[in-house]
């Protein structure tokens, strides 16, 4: 069974930093691609960072220069380092992997950026 669990979300003033966490069941270089969703109230789910198989990387715009994504593989852990946050990044932040051409989901963390 593929499991996919987050930690590290919270509540943080704007400006603030948060370090999420993502362990997973499974070797994480198994997975292609791996990384990090987003959904606040009332929107879409959209990706915030991944990676491939290969260890590239990718980022959504506007969390670029602010997030760093980043993987230990002795760990079978991806991470999200997320620094000058703003209201705007408030959501439910959501691990997710790719194996063998199904889609695994974590539980999801809620990330609040207010003053």
């Known amino acids: 069974q593929v499991q996919l669990v987050e930690s590290g979300g919270g509540a943080v003033q704007p400006g603030g930093s948060l370090r999420l966490s993502c362990t997973s069941s499974?070797?994480?270089?198994?997975?292609?691609?791996m990384g990090w969703y987003r959904q606040a109230p009332g929107k879409e789910r959209e990706l915030v960072a991944g990676?491939?198989?290969?260890?590239?990387?990718s980022y959504a715009e506007y969390v670029k220069g602010r997030f760093t994504i980043s993987r230990d593989t002795a760990e079978n852990t991806v991470n999200l380092q997320m620094y000058s946050l703003k209201p705007e990044d408030t959501a439910v932040y959501l691990c997710?992997?790719?194996?063998?051409?199904?889609?695994?989901w974590g539980q999801g963390t809620q990330v609040t950026v207010s003053s």
């Open positions: 990676f491939s198989s290969c260890g590239s990387t």
């Open positions: 997710y992997g790719r194996l063998r051409e199904l889609d695994y």
């Open positions: 499974r070797k994480i270089f198994s997975f292609d691609p």
